[in-house]
C-alpha cells in the first residue's frame, strides 16, 4: 500500500489556506447595506460631528445645545405625525434610536413602550387616558415572560 502523506499534507495545507481567505474575507468586507424597517432604523442613523463652533463651547453648554436641538427634533416631528409620546416630557430615546416615536399608539394598542418611557410612566409623567403604569409594566413582565420561555 503506497503512502500518500505528501497528498494529505497538502490537501489539510490547501483547506487551511482556503479557511484563513474566507475568515480574512469576511472581517474586511464592508457590511451589506440593511433595509432597515421601522424597528431597525438606528442601522441607518448615524452620528454627524459637531461643526467647530459646538467644540468650542465648554461642557455645561455642549449639553445644553444637545438639548435644545433634541427638543426642536422631537417638535418638529411631532408635527409631522412622526413623534407620538405616550409621556410627558416625551422621551428622547425614541429619536435617538429610531428617529421617530410612536410609544402612544403602540400603549393605546396593548403594546410595549420604550425603556424610557416605562421608567416615565412609573414616575408618574405617564399621558394616554385610560392606562396605568401598572398596565405597562404587565405588558413588560408578559414580554420578558415570553422571550424567556424555553423554545
Not at 431597525?40 to 442613523?45: E, F
Not at 468650542?56 to 438639548?67: C, N, P, T
Not at 428617529?99 to 394616554?128: F, L, M, N, Q
Request: aromatic content about 4%.
Amino acid at each position: 500500500m503506497p503512502r500518500r502523506p505528501p497528498v494529505r499534507l497538502l490537501a489539510l495545507l490547501m483547506s487551511l489556506l482556503l479557511t484563513a481567505c474566507a475568515a480574512y474575507q469576511a472581517q474586511h468586507t464592508p457590511p451589506r447595506a440593511v433595509n432597515a424597517g421601522p424597528e431597525d432604523v438606528a442601522a441607518t442613523l448615524e452620528a454627524i460631528a459637531p461643526a467647530g463652533d459646538f467644540t468650542a463651547l465648554g461642557d455645561e453648554a455642549q449639553v445644553s445645545r444637545i438639548k435644545g436641538e433634541v427638543e426642536q427634533a422631537k417638535a418638529s416631528l411631532a408635527s409631522k405625525g412622526q413623534y407620538s409620546c405616550c409621556v410627558r416630557p416625551a422621551c428622547s430615546q425614541c429619536l435617538l434610536k429610531y428617529g421617530h416615536c410612536h410609544c402612544r399608539e403602540a400603549v393605546k394598542k396593548d403594546g410595549p413602550c420604550c425603556g424610557e418611557c416605562t421608567e416615565a410612566w412609573i414616575e408618574g409623567k405617564g399621558a394616554v387616558e385610560g392606562v396605568t403604569a401598572w398596565d405597562i409594566l404587565e405588558k413588560k413582565r408578559k414580554i420578558l415572560e415570553e422571550a424567556n420561555k424555553p423554545h
